[in-house]
């Protein structure tokens, strides 16, 4: 199994963490974006992950050793409703280019947002994953979370009502 590194997020990646994202826009399996966003429109969300406390992680190979490693997918937290008493609980968002995918990245990701998170005091991680994205929700599951809350037909992609799924574990 190929190893994975990762690092804080630059200004520079913006535009391929974009570009990942975007890849997952068509499939309506990942995000509830029907159509492409700029990286423009994402500054304000780039600059609201800080290193200590949201962190944005950008993947490369373990063996690439050039001097801009192929990003080969992202890794973020966010905060969960944005008052004070959730400070202790983030959103894991997890997106890994198209060529990447199956790979091991996914786990890579989760196993490193498991073991940080209390270094950022959080003891609580969510994942929002659409019911119909198996692989996505087979990933969390392999990672202890538990479905915390099924939210039905909250979504409309394409005239298909989907459900969300609240996923949880506790980490601290």
């Not at 780039?46 to 801009?68: C, M, N």
């Amino acid at each position: 199994m190929p190893s994975f590194v990762h690092r804080n997020a630059r200004q520079e990646d913006l535009a391929r963490i974009v570009h990942i994202y975007n890849s997952t826009v068509a499939s309506r399996e990942v995000t509830a974006d029907t159509e492409p966003v700029s990286a423009a429109s994402r500054q304000q969300w780039f600059d609201e992950h800080t290193p200590g406390r949201r962190p944005l992680w950008v993947i490369h190979a373990a063996d690439d050793d050039s001097a801009a490693p192929a990003v080969l997918g992202w890794m973020s937290y966010s905060n969960f409703y944005g008052r004070p008493a959730y400070s202790g609980t983030a959103e894991l968002s997890i997106y890994i280019d198209e060529a990447s995918r199956g790979k091991g990245i996914g786990c890579y990701c989760l196993e490193q947002a498991i073991a940080f998170a209390p270094e950022i005091a959080v003891h609580t991680l969510l994942g929002f994953i659409f019911g119909h994205n198996a692989p996505s929700l087979g990933l969390f599951a392999r990672f202890g979370f538990e479905s915390w809350a099924k939210l039905p037909r909250v979504a409309n992609l394409d005239g298909i009502e989907r459900d969300l799924i609240i996923l949880g574990k506790r980490v601290g």
